[in-house]
């Protein structure tokens, strides 16, 4: 044992444990920033590749998608072969990948270069909160998870303003190009400051079933996408159905029959780990969407520029971070269920008070809603990580911090589908007649027809969107509340400790 360290219920305590924080905080930057800063980016890669709004969902969602249907393997992997090897392979990955998508010249291009970076993500990923849990003692976790969800939280907000400096300056390319340069000086920090740690087992890792259940994941999400202009019924959608029944089925066959499954479903008997995991899974279908939203809004309604919506932005970012050291003490004075309910339910005001906009609505509307979500989720998140990790085995950490992210970022992956269908579908519906002519199937492919002296299609153009954006952000204000509701019927209400 080194001088310095002490082992505390089987955990080593590193004397560098608050450094090594920060280190595993610039690769969650990485991973998170690449989920947000493209959303600011949206409306320029519409017009600049011509990009469809189902390919728009699909340059976001390939990401993700990857991202969530490998994690789980990513874990294994990390706890096989080691959390440091495999953040520093993944964050390699992500920067390499990171330079193609910035080279893309079509929508599709892109779509593949975001699905291979998908990759590197969830090789990086799982180690984050791995890597944290064997450093620190259970008794510090609650404050180096509060930072680590305060920092991923921050990045999630501050992501679009980024972006938005990156656009004007740069391009949309420059948000890739900076991304390759985080990711390279993150691997560095890596490798120079955390220490090796795996699981003895040694478990086998299941790279069909990782295919498969990614393949269930996508096909699913692609049916949703492909749903408002194909119909919920056509050849397309029910052939994405099909795929992802297959490989669900796949996937559960495998896990039956492995000696050694990918996931211990016994996790998802414990009240603790199955409840926090479904709440956060459903709240992240409304926050995972919200920014998608919006910064169509910022840009197309109130003609904001990239950087002025990044700016826009801001009050996220402020929410999380204030609400977070509140959220790492609300535990030990209210309980981890309360917390989480008290967390989720400040969110779903914040999305309710973002579904009253509508064209003529100043930024003190958007301002509000947008600090009252963050704030939720600063309130909501330490409580939530320290759950649904308190359950999962010290060895198991790779595995129990990938199912953990896996629920969130499905959940996100289904948000931007469900929720960015509902407003597409919702802007058709509610444009008028005179509209209809001229619309493309999209506010920004519209607005891209019209002229200065169409103002009253421009005006009925922006009304429509707001109607349809409004719908989409009670729907995100539903499932928060179905996230708390779910925390206070699953979790125990006596439930103090993780």
């Known amino acids: 044992m080194n001088v310095g360290e002490s082992v505390v219920s089987g955990i080593r305590r590193d004397p560098r444990r608050w450094v090594i924080l920060s280190a595993v905080c610039v690769a969650l930057t990485v991973i998170v920033v690449d989920n947000t800063i493209l959303n600011v980016a949206i409306p320029t890669i519409e017009e600049q590749l011509r990009a469809s709004p189902a390919e728009l969902q699909a340059v976001l969602n390939s990401y993700?998608?990857?991202?969530?249907?490998?994690?789980?393997?990513?874990?294994?992997?990390?706890?096989?072969?080691?959390?440091?090897?495999?953040?520093?392979?993944?964050?390699?990955?992500?920067?390499?990948?990171?330079?193609?998508?910035?080279?893309?010249?079509?929508?599709?291009w892109l779509?593949?270069?975001?699905?291979?970076?998908?990759?590197?993500?969830a090789l990086v990923m799982p180690g984050t909160l791995a890597i944290l849990v064997h450093v620190f003692e259970?008794?510090?976790?609650?404050k180096a998870f509060a930072v680590w969800s305060a920092v991923g939280s921050a990045a999630m907000a501050v992501g679009p303003l980024v972006g938005g400096v990156l656009v004007e300056q740069w391009g949309w390319p420059g948000i890739f190009v900076i991304n390759a340069v985080l990711a390279a000086a993150a691997s560095v920090l890596i490798a120079w400051l955390v220490p090796e740690s795996r699981d003895?087992?040694?478990?086998?890792?299941?790279?069909?079933?990782?295919?498969?259940?990614?393949?269930?994941?996508?096909?699913?999400?692609?049916?949703?996408?492909?749903?408002?202009?194909?119909?919920?019924?056509?050849?397309?959608?029910?052939?994405c159905l099909a795929l992802a029944v297959a490989g669900a089925v796949v996937f559960w066959v495998r896990q039956r029959r492995?000696?050694?499954?990918?996931?211990?479903?016994?996790?998802?008997?414990?009240?603790?780990?199955?409840?926090?995991?479904?709440?956060?899974?459903?709240?992240?279908?409304?926050?995972?969407?919200?920014?998608?939203?919006?910064?169509?809004?910022?840009?197309?309604?109130?003609?904001?520029?990239?950087?002025?919506?990044?700016?826009?932005?801001?009050?996220?970012?402020?929410g999380v971070v204030g609400a977070s050291p509140i959220g790492e003490r609300l535990p030990g004075r209210i309980g981890y269920r309360r917390s989480i309910?008290?967390?989720?339910?400040?969110?779903?005001?914040?999305?309710?008070?973002?579904?009253?906009?509508?064209?003529?609505s100043g930024y003190a509307v958007i301002s509000t809603g947008l600090f009252l979500a963050g704030a939720g989720s600063g309130?909501?998140?330490?409580?939530?990580?320290?759950?649904?990790?308190?359950?999962?085995?010290?060895?198991?950490?790779?595995?129990?911090?990938?199912?953990?992210?896996?629920?969130?970022?499905l959940g996100i992956a289904l948000g931007v589908a469900l929720i960015g269908s509902i407003v597409a579908a919702g802007y058709r519906h509610f444009a008028p007649p005179t509209l209809?002519?001229?619309?493309?199937?999209?506010?920004?492919?519209?607005?891209?027809?019209?002229?200065?002296?169409?103002?009253?299609?421009?005006?009925?153009?922006?009304?429509?969107?707001?109607?349809?954006?409004?719908?989409?952000m009670f729907i995100c204000a539903a499932f928060a509340i179905a996230g708390a509701v779910i925390a206070w019927r699953v979790l125990a209400p006596d439930h103090q400790k993780p």
């Open 64 to 108: 993700v998608v990857v991202f969530a249907g490998l994690l789980v393997a990513a874990g294994l992997i990390a706890d096989r072969y080691g959390r440091r090897l495999a953040v520093i392979v993944g964050l390699g990955t992500l920067a390499a990948t990171s330079v193609t998508a910035a080279f893309a010249a079509t929508a599709l």
């Open 111 to 121: 779509i593949v270069a975001r699905t291979l970076m998908g990759v590197g993500a």
């Open 138 to 142: 259970p008794g510090e976790r609650v």
């Open 200 to 239: 003895r087992q040694h478990r086998r890792i299941d790279l069909v079933g990782a295919a498969a259940v990614t393949l269930a994941m996508g096909s699913f999400v692609a049916a949703i996408i492909l749903a408002p202009d194909h119909g919920p019924l056509s050849p397309a959608v029910l052939a």
């Open 258 to 318: 492995a000696q050694s499954p990918m996931i211990e479903m016994s996790l998802y008997r414990d009240r603790r780990f199955a409840g926090a995991s479904v709440a956060v899974a459903v709240l992240a279908i409304g926050t995972g969407s919200v920014l998608f939203i919006l910064t169509q809004h910022l840009q197309h309604v109130l003609e904001y520029t990239p950087l002025q919506a990044g700016l826009a932005i801001i009050p996220l970012a402020i």
């Open 341 to 360: 309910m008290t967390g989720f339910a400040v969110t779903a005001v914040g999305f309710a008070v973002l579904g009253m906009l509508t064209p003529a």
């Open 379 to 409: 309130l909501a998140s330490p409580a939530v990580h320290t759950t649904v990790l308190g359950a999962v085995p010290p060895d198991r950490a790779g595995m129990g911090s990938a199912l953990n992210d896996t629920h969130q970022q």
């Open 436 to 472: 209809n002519v001229h619309a493309g199937s999209s506010l920004g492919s519209t607005l891209g027809e019209l002229t200065d002296q169409q103002q009253n299609l421009i005006s009925a153009a922006h009304l429509a969107f707001t109607q349809a954006q409004s719908i989409a």
